[in-house]
């Protein structure tokens, strides 16, 4: 079983739809969970930081985390072309190592 | 603040051939990682660097792959000779020090074997 399952997509939404991204993990110990965005022949970049179950909200970011279900969250409200991208969920592990999702290509049509 | 500094951005190369991978991490940053990206996957930790020393290098192939880290700044990754399996992105990031930090990300190196 791999320790993170994400759905690689794509997923295409129009203009202004609420996206919902995914992602579960197996490793409980998993204590800081993570979003990050990578637009094509960029590297990633980090959009969303928890380490908490609940909410947190950034804009029009909101990175749910439910640590007894073993599954984080991103969603998108008011979508823009411009966060077409692929999203990435990860996750440090005990060790202090990244270990990241296979990502999730999301295109936003105008 | 400069970012994440990596070059070449694109390397084509025959298999058997060496390559080498250069990365100028933000400045003042101690920790440096390596990571690889194959097509429609996320980075794979390679090697992550404290300083000079490499603290944990455990998913680095050591029979084709080599990294230095001369100076605890520029690093330098090394493939030889290379596979066609090692076609893929060399990402490099660096973070203020290790732990659970925010890790920045370079562009990364696209390389292509033939």
């Known amino acids: 079983q791999k320790e993170v399952e994400q759905d690689p997509g794509p997923l295409s939404v129009p203009e202004g739809a609420i996206v919902s991204l995914n992602c579960t993990y197996s490793n409980s110990a998993f204590q800081y969970f993570m979003w990050y965005r990578q637009y094509s022949r960029k590297g990633p970049e980090l959009l969303m930081y928890t380490y908490s179950s609940g909410n947190k909200e950034d804009g029009r970011f909101t990175a749910q985390v439910d640590k007894s279900s073993k599954y984080i969250s991103l969603f998108i409200r008011d979508s823009q072309p411009s966060d077409s991208a692929t999203y990435l969920c990860a996750f440090y592990n005990q060790g202090g190592k990244l270990i990241f999702g296979q990502g999730t290509e999301l295109s936003v049509k105008p | 603040e400069a970012g994440v500094v990596q070059s070449p951005r694109y390397k084509i190369i025959e298999k058997k051939q060496p390559v080498a991978f250069w990365c100028n991490p933000i400045s003042g940053h101690n920790t440096l990682y390596w990571y690889r990206q194959n097509l429609g996957q996320g980075p794979e930790l390679l090697i992550r660097y404290e300083n000079e020393e490499a603290v944990d290098d455990s998913q680095l192939p050591k029979d084709r792959f080599s990294a230095e880290r001369l100076k605890g700044v520029d690093s330098t990754l090394k493939i030889q000779p290379a596979e066609l399996g090692d076609s893929a992105v060399y990402l490099c990031?660096?973070?203020?020090?290790?732990?659970?930090?925010?890790?920045?990300f370079g562009p990364g190196t696209r390389l292509t074997v033939l």
């Open positions: 990031a660096s973070s203020s020090r290790g732990g659970y930090n925010e890790q920045f």
